[in-house]
Structure formats: C-alpha cells, structure tokens
DNA sequence: TCTGGGGTCCTAGGACCC
DNA sequence: TCTGGGGTCCTAGGACCC
C-alpha cells in the first residue's frame, strides 16, 4: 500500500493583482498590472493578452491597450500574504514559507483533529477566500515536488490531490518545464533529445542525462521524474546570504558613478545584518556591463562583518578588480553587493577594523569600535525616524529607484 | 526581446592539509 | 623525490526560483 498524500502546497493567485482587486472593486474582472516602469504582477485578465511579470511597461500596454496600470500597496501585500500564511498555521506547525505567498505543509500529524489532507486542503481554501478574500490553489500529494506541481496544475483558484497509486500516471503526461528545477536552459537541451514530457524524462538513460545536465542535476531530475523526492518540510530555515543590487541603465565605469551606489547597497545590506545580530565572512560583487554580460568577484574574510563602511570599502575594492580585468568595458548596467557565510548570534562590538593597515586587527579597537558605535547610531536614528532621517541617504546620493524600496523589502528574506 | 530585485544551489578548478 | 588518495575551503560562473 502506497503512503498517504499529506503534504500540502499553497499559493496565492496573481498575489499581488489579486490585492488590487480586492482593494478597489472597480478592478475587478480587467486586466491590471502593478508596476510602472516594469510590470510587477499581472492579474488573469491580462495574462491572457501575454502580459507577464518582469516585461517593460511599455511592452504590456502593446500587448494590452486597455490595460491598467496601478501602483502597489506594499504594505497590504506583506498583512494579507501573512494573513494567509497563518490559515494554515492553523492547521500544524509543519509550515515551510517559501516567498510571500506560498508556503508547503505537511498535515501528517494533524489529520486526527482535522480530517484527511483533502479536507483540510478544501478548508484551507474556503477560509482564505472568506476571511481574507483572495484566492489559493492548493496541490496535495506525497511529495513536496509533486504537490507544488498539483498547485501549479490547479491554478487558478482552484485544488487537485494527487492519489499515491496514480501518480506516475499523473506525472508522466506533464510537460518537462513545470518541474523544480526545469528552466528555459534545460528545457531546451532536453528539447534537443526529444525530451518534452516527465514521462521521457523518466525513461530516458541516466548517463544521457548526467552527460546533458552533470552529476547532480540528472541524477536530481531522473529521481523527480519518478516522484523519488526525500526533502522533508523545514519549518525554520535560516537565510544563507543577503544581497542587493541597482539597476544602472547606462553609466561609466568611472569611480564617481560606481562609488555612491555601492555605498548604498552596502549600507542596505549591512543594515539589515546589524538587525539580525549576523555579519557575514565572504563579500561578493557583481558588475553587469553594458552587454549584459557580467563578471563577480568574492573575498572571503577571517572575521565576519557588518559595518556599513567597512563592507563599501570591501566592495570598491572587488570592482575595482573586476574593472581592471575587463579594460575594454566602458558601461556598466547593473551593480550588486551580497554578503554569505553569514554568523547566527554575533556579538556585532567584535567587529574589526578591516582594510586600515595602521591599526592593529583587535576587538575593540578604536576604528571599529567607532564604526560600530556611528553605525549604531545610525540605526537608532531610522528606527524612531525612518529610513531617510539619516545615513548615506540615496536622495543625497542621486540614486535613481528603478523600483520602489517598499517593493524590494517584500522580496527580502528574514535573516 | 534585451525586465528588476532578492535569493538558492551546483560545478569545476585550484590550494592546502593529512 | 615521486606517487596516490581523501577531504575541505575558496573562487567564478551559471541555472533557476519567486
């Protein structure tokens, strides 16, 4: 007798134009769009014109004359998605938050209070769309690859259960792309072998897949192809890096440009790991060239950090490096700062003083036990005042906002 | 067709150690 | 001095996900 189905994926329709419909009735049933520039989320009535998330503005309203354009309530985003969140909560602990609007269950141990899986799936649902007013497609199977697959499968608005003695049949007839792990990339090398469905996949010969795809990947892919999935649900997971990045359009790769934004990625960054109490001990920098291509550069450090300056000197130094390895790049597009190997519980006043030849590498030294105390107070002054009350403000900075911050907090994960 | 921002994981080569 | 084997860490790049 196969197991029982008892994990749960569930994911919020359209999230974010859901919200705006919820909000404001008028648009409800029309295409909209959050977003400006670049559209953010599009709601069912405009994806069926092509409108997607991540294409130019301009682009949408070709695809879509009527389509309508509204700015985001962040805010309303974060309360409703973690509204949502917490339904399921409801039900058991065994929650896995995966974004803002999606999250993994496992019901296993709850199915005595509540009833099978699929009731408390169809529970879930109803609850989501009567408390909160939004709708949730819910995938329920043996696996957390198969149920997010049932999810995707059931969209929108909608709830498949995969019974465990159909699910080869269920699977196989899928096309490769909505696996875990299928991206535009594999799809079309698996394109190549004639590989369309799970199906093929499943049939095809490890070490064609290995040769296509390396080690890892095939042997990862071939055993997902037969629902083979160990990964149990983790209800706590801790971030592994924190990073952030500014779109640049077009500039020079001059240190007057570069300079200003790469303070205010880094004081962004080393904000948030001061927050958390979890500097970090590697430093990577990512510089974008006008071609789009791009090139990283990395250190790794003896001691973790998180002091603003100190991660913008770190920073300079890497592009700088990566500049100096492409001489015949002019324009830089884009730049990004992230920071891994991240501590858990750091004492942050053992900072050192990275970079300052002239002063000895101790705890408490006078130059980092001054960063420590500028940024803190820094840190205080936002807390009570905002943001903008002080710091290397990007308005100071003339840094141009591609998107807004509220927008870029609700993609951060907690650290 | 040249989309923005925050993340995870894998690979392959090299350094270094035992 | 050369050879072999195993393990860990670091770096750069890439694919993928939401």
């Not at 294409?55 to 700015?71: I, K």
């Not at 995938?139 to 159909?166: E, F, M, N």
């Not at 997971?237 to 990625?265: D, I, M, N, V, Y």
């Not at 990283?296 to 770190?314: K, Q």
């Amino acid at each position: 007798m196969a197991a029982t189905a008892t994990i749960l994926h569930a994911d919020l329709d359209a999230f974010y134009a859901s919200v705006e419909q919820l909000l404001d009735p008028s648009l409800r049933g029309k295409p909209i769009a959050v977003g400006g520039g670049v559209v953010l989320a599009a709601s069912y009535e405009a994806r069926a014109f092509g409108v997607r998330g991540g294409m130019p503005g301009r682009r949408a309203r070709e695809l879509c004359p009527q389509l309508t354009f509204v700015s985001g309530h962040y805010k309303e985003y974060q309360r409703l998605g973690d509204a949502a969140i917490k339904v399921i909560g409801d039900f058991t602990p065994l929650v896995e938050r995966i974004s803002i609007d999606e999250a993994f269950a496992d019901v296993a141990g709850c199915t005595h209070l509540f009833g099978p899986p699929d009731e408390i799936a169809r529970t879930i649902r109803q609850r989501v769309r009567a408390e909160i007013g939004l709708p949730i497609s819910v995938g329920v199977a043996r696996t957390k690859h198969l149920a997010k697959i049932a999810s995707q499968v059931a969209k929108p608005d909608g709830l498949v259960i995969v019974d465990p003695d159909t699910e080869l049949q269920f699977l196989h007839h899928l096309p490769v792309e909505l696996m875990w792990g299928v991206g535009p990339v594999t799809k079309a090398r698996l394109a190549e072998m004639q590989v369309l469905t799970i199906g093929q996949l499943a049939t095809t010969p490890g070490r064609s897949l290995e040769r296509l795809l390396g080690p890892a990947a095939g042997e990862k892919l071939a055993a997902l192809a037969w629902n083979r999935d160990p990964r149990q649900i983790k209800a706590h997971r801790r971030a592994q890096s924190a990073g952030a990045q500014s779109a640049l359009g077009r500039k020079p790769a001059q240190e007057q440009f570069f300079r200003p934004t790469l303070l205010h990625l880094a004081d962004r960054i080393s904000t948030r790991l001061r927050a958390k109490a979890r500097p970090g001990r590697t430093v990577t920098v990512r510089v974008r060239f006008a071609n789009l291509k791009s090139a990283t550069r990395s250190v790794t450090l003896d001691a973790p950090i998180s002091a603003t300056v100190t991660l913008a000197a770190l920073a300079e130094d890497l592009v700088r490096a990566v500049l100096a390895d492409h001489p015949d790049e002019k324009t830089i597009s884009l730049l990004a700062i992230s920071v891994s190997h991240l501590e858990e519980d750091w004492d942050l006043e053992l900072e050192l003083p990275l970079g300052l030849p002239d002063e000895p590498c101790r705890p408490g030294s006078r130059i980092g036990l001054a960063r420590w105390a500028a940024d803190r107070a820094v840190d205080k002054i936002r807390d009570r005042f905002g943001w903008d009350a002080i710091g290397y403000g990007s308005v100071a900075l003339g840094i141009f906002r591609s998107v807004p911050d509220e927008f870029r907090e609700l993609a951060e994960k907690d650290l």
